[in-house]
Structure formats: C-alpha cells, structure tokens
Nanobody
C-alpha cells in the first residue's frame, strides 16, 4: 500500500519562504506522477502543481504560477513544494497526491489514487 506523508507546514510570515515535503512509502515514487493541492476553510480543494514521474515535466495552475515550485527527488522518494513570498490568502491545508497517470493529478478524472493527510500552512501578515 502506498502512503504519502507531508511535512514542513507551520506558521510563516508573509514574504518569507517555506518548503513542504511529501515522503512516499510502499512503492518507489518513480512509479507515480505527483501533485500538490490545497484547501482553505470554506473553499474547494484546488490544484497547485503537478510533476511527471521522472521529474522531466511540470504543470502549474494559472493562479499559482510564479510563487510555487514543484520538484522531486526519486532517490529519496520525496516530492517538494517551495513557496516563495507567501501571502495570508495562501493559508490552507496542503495535500500531496500520487497517481500513475499525470492526467489524474491535473484533471482529477479520475481523482488521484493516493493522498496524504495534509499539512497546515498559516501565513501571517
């Protein structure tokens, strides 16, 4: 069974930086495309970025371009999300997801097979 565990969340000041990690266990992460999502209170979960299983290609939601960077290290079975200059409106629970098919990460049709439990990010002004 594949498990995803996010870490790195917490309280960050606006304009700072934060890096989230998503550790994959159960199978090698190189088998999966991966993505990062977030869900703010009262809002739907939204895609931030996705990355191909090899790391050779990335995709960003239009509203997320410029301040987030997705990456991965398959030798460490870990994916990352770098947040630069976060804003208070970036406060949310951040989730990572994995699926053999990149399209499932991007389009959620079908939804990704595996999800982490989420990590809270709070951005103070």
């Amino acid at each position: 069974q594949v498990q995803l565990v996010e870490s790195g969340g917490g309280l960050v000041r606006a304009g700072g930086s934060l890096r989230l990690s998503c550790a994959v266990s159960g199978r090698a992460s190189s088998n999966y495309a991966m993505g990062w999502f977030r869900q703010a209170p009262g809002k739907e979960r939204e895609l931030i970025a996705a990355i191909k299983s090899s790391g050779s290609s990335t995709y960003y939601a239009d509203s997320m371009k410029g301040r987030f960077t997705i990456s991965r290290d398959n030798a460490l079975n870990t994916a990352y999300l770098q947040m630069n200059s976060p804003k208070p409106e970036d406060t949310a629970v951040y989730y990572c997801a994995a699926d053999p098919i990149l399209h499932s990460i991007i389009a959620l049709t079908p939804p990704p097979a595996y999800w982490g439990q989420g990590t809270q990010v709070t951005v103070s002004s």
